[in-house]
């Protein structure tokens, strides 16, 4: 399996400027490239493919003298990054979803480069990052890495830099606890699991919501075009991305408690869920953090040998889990699901047995699991209400 490793870089100014350039002579080869594709379908209705666009890579090192010292897989991979655009626009519109054309890149929308076989164009020498044409990089190696590298991306993210490894590691199976868990993403708690517990909303998440709120005014009060706006955009992107680290942590933390003591974890479907739930993610971490947070959990179940299924969530929190009664007219604001068939429970919990409930029918005929559902109900620590 693939797993990635970022650490932070420390460039001096001349490997910066280089980089910056390389970053440039990139964005303007995905935009001409961009350009081509566009031009040969609307005019001559032809369609380029990502084969034909890679062999202009040598032309333009001929020709470009920006790209005579860029190493070639670096410009390869601008045309793979395109063309993986036009792959996620192609499958969107066979989807039927609101596809999007790739768009052209502006200065700001721009901001990586990646390199594709190890010791061809990268490599680790000694203390630091080698890079073909910028030199020898400070890295600064905040945790060890694992497995084989493969390939290297430097990316540029709030005036800072990174290189992320995507790294093949062998798979390290943990022991199975016979547990299966299903999640909620709840309404006024941040996720819900079918074994009753409520996870909430971090108290600095809110806090910092407030203040990027301040920011976000400070800039759009500023002059357009000012260096005092400048300024201010840079306190705004450093602020996001220290809300996305401290976020992104605290994601990271819990997928792994959820993979370390389930071997079965229950989730909504991510696409349908955007679609039903949107209303009521607003102001939580997973409003953003969603993807992230499910990635996480895919990535680490695969690593640990779990199983991550993804259900429809479609009414799981209009059902009684006990007897499958549906409450049509539920309004949001009922907190609690109380059936005539003895049932009450807590909406979302309800709502992620439901999950729960619906990930192991899927499962039918795989003893394992009815087993653990028959022998282990995960809500039954619920206290009944009086
Ligand atoms: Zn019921």
Avoid at 228 to 237: E, G, I, P, S, T
Wanted: glycine share 8%; hydrophobic share 35%.
């Amino acid at each position: 399996m693939i797993k990635t490793f970022q650490y932070r870089i420390y460039p001096f100014t001349s490997q910066r400027k280089t980089m910056e350039s390389t970053i440039e002579t990139c964005r303007r080869f995905y935009n001409d490239c961009l350009a081509e594709r566009k031009e040969a379908y609307y005019e001559r209705g032809e369609s380029i493919g990502k084969f034909s666009q890679l062999r202009k890579v040598k032309t333009l090192k001929e020709t470009n003298p920006y790209a005579t010292k860029i190493h070639s897989h670096v410009l390869q991979v601008a045309v793979a990054d395109l063309d993986k655009a036009f792959q996620a626009f192609f499958r969107r519109a066979k989807a039927g979803e609101k596809a999007g054309y790739p768009r052209f890149k502006g200065k700001d929308r721009f901001d990586s480069f990646g390199f594709k076989e190890y010791g061809n164009g990268f490599k680790v020498d000694g203390r630091r990052l080698k890079l073909s044409g910028i030199g020898r990089v400070a890295i600064r190696w905040h945790r060890p890495l694992e497995g084989e590298i493969k390939t290297l991306r430097i990316a540029r993210k709030a005036g800072k830099w990174y290189a992320s490894f995507s790294c093949e590691i062998a798979e390290k199976p943990l022991p199975p606890t016979g547990c299966a868990v299903g999640i909620d993403v709840g309404i006024s708690s941040l996720i819900a699991t079918s074994d009753g517990e409520l996870v909430e909303n971090p108290k600095w998440y809110r806090d910092g919501q407030a203040k990027l709120r301040v920011l976000q005014r400070t800039v759009s009060r500023r002059k357009k075009g000012g260096s005092n706006r400048r300024q201010a955009v840079h306190a705004l992107q450093v602020y996001h991305e220290r809300i996305a680290n401290q976020r992104n942590d605290f994601l990271n933390k819990l997928a792994n408690e959820l993979v370390v003591n389930n071997d079965l974890i229950a989730i909504e479907d991510l696409q349908i869920t955007n679609m039903v739930k949107n209303h009521c993610l607003s102001k939580s971490i997973l409003d953003g953090g969603w993807g992230y947070f499910a990635k996480r959990l895919f990535d680490k179940a695969v690593e640990a040998g779990r199983d991550v299924v993804r259900v429809n969530p479609a009414y799981t929190s209009k059902t009684c889990s006990g007897c499958g009664t549906i409450f049509e007219n539920m309004d949001l604001s009922v907190r609690r699901i109380d059936c005539d068939c003895g049932l009450s429970m807590n909406r979302d919990v309800n709502a992620a047995v439901n999950i729960l409930k619906r990930a192991l029918q899927n499962r039918v005929g795989q003893t394992r699991w009815e087993l653990t559902w028959a022998v282990a109900p995960c809500v039954s620590q619920e206290a009944p209400a009086l």
